[in-house]
């Protein structure tokens, strides 16, 4: 993989998404008026770069770009080989994800990149089952783990900002989300490779739009493609990647711990803009999720959530809820209403495979 400062730039032209910058070094060093800034990103919009100006975050940088190369290879692979590892009719979301083998829209769309799953649990040996993994995979195996762990230390930091914010108890947040608790975390590889011109003007996406289904996301990027819709408008505006940074955004499930009080915001996964579009388009997140037996409901003794009464809200664990979102648009898998409001039956991805190992 070409390195960032080798790929055509971004292209200067095209108006982006004005997130906010935060600082990594000063949220460790417990900056009052930077940590007030975060809680207003995560009530108004919920993304923001994360600058990884400390050694912690540096370490997580350098652990990242190294992992760019792993993913590049990872997808050498191929595809054939890769579906040995699509785990999704063993009720699975770790593992491969084919090109075509999600469901964007209710008239059958199917998406536009590979993905490849690792759980958090299986690289820290966790997990009682790992899920089998490919070799090249096992060979990075002190990479990945850094990478979890640093990726893992920073959200930390950010949930107990939240919790000196709502005004909960030191560690609520954080207690949630243990590193050795089982749960839904892991790391994610995604390719998405360059598209005809007229793709995109057919309403075609790499990934269609969402929320994030578990509490922050970190993702990596070093091209455009992210893109995301400001509340109140209408226009979709790209983000534009930041060397050194990180762009992180909350999900559902903070939402629910905040009984509405913190936003998801809706986002989605396009080309790259100019020419950047000739380039295949990789990217490497890290997903924190609650632990899997934890209820996702409002969280009780603060004074800031909003009050819960009259909340008929399903209580759901977070396991569960993991796997209604996260199979929600599988093809293959899903065959009812995803989320109580689109029905994907019948949607065929070519070559998708149902095999088990």
Known sequence: MAEQSLLPPFPPDIQTAPLVKLSLSKLLAHDDEESGRFFEVCRNLGFFYLALDSPSGLTLADAASRLFHVGEQLFLSGAEELTRYDFKDQGSYMGYKGFGGSVLSKDGMLDANEFYNIAKDDVLGSSVDAWPQPAMMMHHADLLRSFVIGSHDIATVLLNHLDTHLQLPPGTMAGLHRIKGLSG????????????????????????????????????????????????????????????????????????????????????????????????????????????????????????????EGNTEEAITAKEWIKRRGHARRVGIFKGEDEGNVTFKGAVAPGTSKSRL
């Open 185 to 308: 975390d892991h790391v994610r590889f995604t390719k998405a490779p360059p598209q005809r011109p007229d793709f995109y003007t057919a309403g075609r996406l790499h990934m269609g739009e969402h929320t994030d289904f578990g509490s922050i996301t970190i993702l990596f990027n070093q091209l455009g493609g992210l893109q995301v819709l400001l509340p109140g408008d209408s226009t979709w505006q790209y983000v534009r990647p930041i060397a050194g940074h990180a762009i992180v955004n909350l999900g559902d499930a903070l939402v629910k711990f905040s009984h509405g009080l913190l936003r998801s915001n809706l986002h989605r996964l396009v080309g790259p803009p100019g020419g950047q579009a000739e380039r295949t388009r990789y990217s490497l997140v890290y997903f924190t999720r609650p632990e899997d037996e934890v209820l996702l409901r409002r969280l009780e003794g603060s004074a800031v959530i909003p009050p819960g």
